[in-house]
């Protein structure tokens, strides 16, 4: 699929004001910091559509992308930055979680997850919470370019070695770099099978 053209909509805390469409869409969560804006970035070969910052905690709010006229992507701020005050954590676990609970256009969310680290206890939390919801989701291992080819390797193993702890089957994964666009059309191709497969449902 090629994206042929990707605007801002709007930005929100609430999710009873995000964009009142039936049209599918896909939300990306993660730590702070992971690449979500970046990648969003990339997919729609844009190169400040979404504000990025090497400081974490720069997506402070639910964003909307229209995409080619007919789905919107979903950059959502961060999880799990330590300097972020208590009560904005709490605030934008309340954006997070409502967004999630109650947002039906959403066909499956994107977990994204920096593999140059280990598995960190507060996403495999947050995948665990997705599951018990019901809500799908696919991983994305983001900045692949920051590692060799080997070492890359060996993290994605590790990182599958402690999903399998916890999921019988384990959900669609990618391997991306925002910087060398790896991984992309991938990512892409997925979203269209998902959109395709909706439009189907739809007809039936
Ligand atoms: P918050 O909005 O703060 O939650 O962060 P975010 O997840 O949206 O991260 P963002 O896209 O702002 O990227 C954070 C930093 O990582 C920026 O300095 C990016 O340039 C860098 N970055 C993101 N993706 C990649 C990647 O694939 N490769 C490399 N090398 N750097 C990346
Ligand atoms: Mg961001």
Redesign the pocket.
């Known amino acids: 699929m090629r994206i042929k053209s990707a605007h801002f909509v709007i930005s929100n805390t609430e999710v009873a004001k995000c964009p009142q469409s039936t049209l599918p869409e896909y939300a ?1 969560i ?13 997919l729609c070969n844009k190169k400040s559509l ?11 709010l639910i964003n909307h992308f229209l995409i080619n006229e007919n789905w919107y992507l979903v ?1 959502l ?2 999880y799990g ?1 330590a300097r972020v005050s208590k009560s904005d954590k709490k605030v934008f676990q309340h954006y997070i979680t409502s967004y999630f609970l109650k947002r039906k256009q959403l066909i499956s969310a994107f977990l ?1 997850i920096d593999i140059r680290h280990e598995p960190q206890p507060i996403d495999l939390k947050f995948m665990q919470w997705l599951g018990e919801q019901q809500i799908p989701f696919a991983i994305i291992f ?5 590692l060799k080819p080997k070492a890359l390797e060996k993290n994605i193993e590790t990182y599958c070695e402690k999903l399998r702890e916890q999921w019988e089957a384990l959900p669609p994964q990618f391997i ?5 666009k790896s991984g992309i059309d991938a990512v892409l191709a997925y979203i269209d099978t998902l959109n395709k497969s909706v439009q189907n449902h739809f007809k039936d």
């Open positions: 990306f993660g730590r702070s910091n992971v690449g979500k804006s970046s990648l969003i970035n990339a979404a504000k990025t910052s090497s400081r974490p905690g720069k997506t402070q950059d701020p961060g930055y994204l983001t900045k692949a370019d920051k991306t770099s925002a910087q060398n």
